[in-house]
């Protein structure tokens, strides 16, 4: 049985290493296009490319795995039974469980490796990756920039022409950062340098146009040369300062360290809200008393009744304290929504994390007996197959991040429930394929034959 076992790992890993290298090839290489815009003629060392595309490939690389599990133990075992070797394992008292065991070995082990990739690897790369954007945004700004597209950067939305060896036609800047100001520059060309301590832009043959709401006045401005700097630190890319992580850039200390923060004061919200009630209700209280006896000396001459004097700057206080404590009870009613939020897409990271992973698991125990039934280990086939899955787990993964976001669905089951529909599926088949004489055909019916059956 021992031979048996190294014989399926043998023959998963051939399939794997060409599929993973297929997958990861072809998702880089359509990265890489879609981004190609980007490095051309832009003057960027060869270095900062590789660097760029390297911290890219994590990700295209947590997703490849699982996919390429799939497909090589489609082809696989669907050799193995295209061979009749299933069938002779089989007749000398060989189970279909029994051939699961290896399967189930490789997919842990890639399992117990993507884990650590997902949880601290990957989160390292896009950190390296935000990093690495904002150095290149801050020795080549232009390189951000994209001819004939609105361009939201640097606080300004700006719009270019041609571009041509770094200098850019027929630009327009729209900066409404200043409420009152509403400015508009137009300018024939134009190039944008980086500074020490900032960006530069010159601007040449164009107009200045203010049009200030406040007064109502509108101004236009012609010069044949305009400078407009903008301070690293106006736009969050000083390079002394460090880079706030996000969740996908996040480990899983990080993020567990984030959600107990989140919990302490999601916690503190509850105690305050219950305090902040109970001091409502005292005041309202006494608010209604004192108001009481505002009525009761109403027809006492005011000026002479010291009392009612006393009473009505009481009551005034009163209702200050009780509008106080409205703002603040609403204020945390807005916190408390964002703060669990934030708490649920955290989690959803986390099981995202290691859900993927764990579909490695899950797409063994669907491979072997789609490649079973099919009896055809070409890769054209599996890669159909593998792909129809795939699509419909990717679609339980998107929609349930978002659902788990919005805070609709719980982040555990957002995250899993792609996991247990296929593994439900996979059983299902497992069952149809441990059958006797049960096969399934892939290939599509010849024209010639169709036409056999109509005559």
Same mark, same amino acid.
């Given at each position: ?13 051939? =399939?794997?290493? @060409? ?10 290489? &359509? ?18 490319? !590789? ?14 795995? =699982? ?31 029994? @051939? %699961? ?17 997902? %949880? ?13 954007? #904002? ?8 390189? &951000?920039?994209?001819?004939? #597209? ?62 200030? #709401? ?12 305009? #400078?407009?700097?903008? =301070? ?11 880079? @706030? ?9 990080? %993020? ?16 305050? *809200? ?16 004192? &108001?009481?006896? !505002? ?5 006492? &001459? *005011? ?34 929504? *964002? ?29 072997? =007996? ?80 169709? %036409? *056999?059956?109509?005559?």
């Amino acid at each position: 049985m021992k031979i048996i076992n190294k014989y399926i790992f043998r023959e998963l890993i051939t =399939p794997f290493c @060409l599929s993973l290298f297929i997958i990861l090839f072809v998702l880089i290489t &359509q990265f890489f296009i879609k981004h190609i815009d980007r490095f051309l003629g832009k003057g960027l060392s060869i270095s900062i490319v !590789l660097k760029y595309l390297l911290f890219n490939s994590a990700w295209i690389f947590s997703l490849a795995v =699982p996919m390429a599990v799939l497909i090589a133990t489609m082809m696989a075992f669907g050799r193995l039974s295209s061979d009749n070797e299933i069938s002779a394992l089989k007749s000398s008292g060989i189970s279909y469980f029994n @051939l %699961l065991k290896p399967a189930i070995l490789f997919g842990t082990l890639l399992m117990l490796f993507m884990v650590p990739f997902n %949880l601290w690897i990957l989160p390292e790369m896009n950190y390296n990756h935000k990093i690495l954007t #904002q150095k290149v945004s801050r020795q080549r700004p232009d390189i &951000q920039i994209q001819e004939y #597209q609105k361009n939201d950067l640097f606080g300004k939305v700006i719009y270019v022409g041609k571009e041509n060896k770094g200098t850019f036609n027929n630009i327009t800047i729209f900066d409404n950062n200043n409420i009152n100001n509403n400015i508009t520059i137009f300018a024939k060309s134009g190039d944008f340098k980086s500074l020490d301590d900032g960006i530069l832009f010159n601007l040449k043959n164009g107009s200045l146009h203010n049009f200030n #709401q406040k007064t109502d006045e509108y101004q236009k401005t012609y010069f044949e040369n305009y #400078q407009i700097s903008i =301070p690293f630190d106006d736009i969050n890319v000083n390079p002394n300062n460090k880079l @706030l992580r996000n969740d996908r850039e996040m480990n899983i200390q990080a %993020l567990l360290k984030k959600i107990n923060l989140k919990k302490n004061k999601v916690s503190i919200i509850n105690k305050m *809200q219950l305090e902040d009630s109970k001091q409502l209700k005292l005041f309202k209280n006494k608010e209604t008393k004192l &108001q009481s006896i !505002l009525d009761s000396l109403s027809n006492i &001459q *005011q000026t002479e009744n010291r009392n009612y004097n006393d009473a009505y700057i009481d009551i005034n206080k009163t209702k200050d304290i009780i509008s106080n404590l409205g703002i603040k009870i609403g204020n945390n009613k807005h916190l408390k929504p *964002q703060y669990l939020k934030e708490i649920n897409k955290s989690y959803v990271e986390i099981h995202k994390k290691i859900a993927l992973p764990f579909a490695c698991l899950i797409f063994i125990l669907l491979g072997i =007996p789609l490649g079973i039934i099919s009896k055809n280990g070409k890769f054209s086939i599996n890669i159909v197959l593998s792909l129809a899955f795939i699509i419909i787990y990717w679609a339980f993964i998107t929609t349930g991040e978002y659902l788990a976001d919005e805070g609709k669905l719980n982040p555990f089951l957002s995250m899993w429930a792609g996991n247990f529909f296929v593994g439900i599926v996979a059983v299902y088949l497992f069952n149809i394929s441990a059958k006797e004489n049960f096969s399934f055909n892939f290939k599509l019916l010849s024209i010639k034959s169709l %036409l *056999q059956k109509n005559k």
